[in-house]
Nanobody, 128 residues
């Protein structure tokens, strides 16, 4: 239902754009988020977007470097990652849930991984 792509290996300072494609508009919920999980660490929420009218939230660890966006016509959410650091190395997952705009902006902070019930299979990002 949700399929991530765009991961790969990149040198520090480089950029990657991840995509999260919903199989149909029914699976593009009004709140979409990106999480990442490094080996031996808990899954960390890093960004969310309210797909109806915008509104985005970022974790401090990626603020100013990552940008979440959407293309509703393609049922796709993107994560543009710039100025990548080795500590950004992780498996990146997208999640989906229906929230109000205010709840979407606080869902990851309030609920962590429980904020989303639909998940993709992940895409690996390695920064060296």
């Amino acid at each position: 239902q949700l399929v991530e792509s765009g991961g790969g290996s990149v040198q520090a300072g480089g950029s990657l754009t991840l995509s999260c494609a919903a199989s149909s508009s029914a699976y593009l919920s009004n709140c979409m988020g990106w999480f990442r999980q490094a080996p031996g660490k808990e899954r960390e929420g890093i960004a969310s977007i309210y797909t109806i009218g915008g509104g985005a939230w970022y974790a401090d660890s990626v603020k100013g470097r990552f940008t979440i966006s959407q293309d509703s016509a393609k049922n796709t959410v993107y994560l543009q990652m710039d100025s990548l650091k080795p500590e950004d190395t992780a498996m990146y997952y997208c999640g989906a849930e229906d929230y109000s705009v205010s709840a979407c902006m606080t869902a990851i902070q309030d609920l962590g991984v429980a904020a989303f019930t639909s998940w993709g299979q992940g895409t690996q990002v390695t920064v060296s």
